[in-house]
Nanobody, 120 residues
Framework: QVQLVESGGGLVQSGGSLRLSCAAS????????MDWYRQAPGKQRELVAR???????NYLDSVKGRFTISRDNAKNTVDLQMNSLTPEDTAVYFC??????????????WGQGTQVTVSS
């Protein structure tokens, strides 16, 4: 069994910063792309940032220059540093990974989500 666990969410004032972390555990052989998604109330889940196993990244246009995704392949972790936060960044943030298990089964895994609230 493989799971992803997020941490680091919370309440912050507009202009502030938060760092989200996600740790994968279980029978993992490797993880391909790792992503952060978010879902605001009444809105669809959207991809915020993606990082490949080789370190290539891409970002949602609205977070470019403010958010930075990084990963540690040895520890199976992925972080999201969020700066200059605005109320529009308020959402539940989900970690996602493309996992290859020790048994060589590949499947997507989602974390349970962590709430980020930005006050004006």
């Amino acid at each position: 069994q493989v799971q992803l666990v997020e941490s680091g969410g919370g309440l912050v004032q507009s202009g502030g910063s938060l760092r989200l972390s996600c740790a994968a555990s279980g029978s993992i052989f490797s993880i391909g792309t790792m992503d952060w998604y978010r879902q605001a109330p009444g809105k669809q889940r959207e991809l915020v940032a993606r990082i490949t196993s080789g370190g290539s990244t891409n970002y949602l246009d609205s977070v470019k220059g403010r958010f930075t995704i990084s990963r540690d392949n040895a520890k199976n972790t992925v972080d999201l540093q969020m700066n200059s936060l605005t109320p529009e960044d308020t959402a539940v943030y989900f970690c996602h990974g493309d996992v290859l298990t020790i048994a060589r089964s590949r499947f997507p895994v989602w974390g349970q989500g962590t709430q980020v609230t930005v006050s004006s």
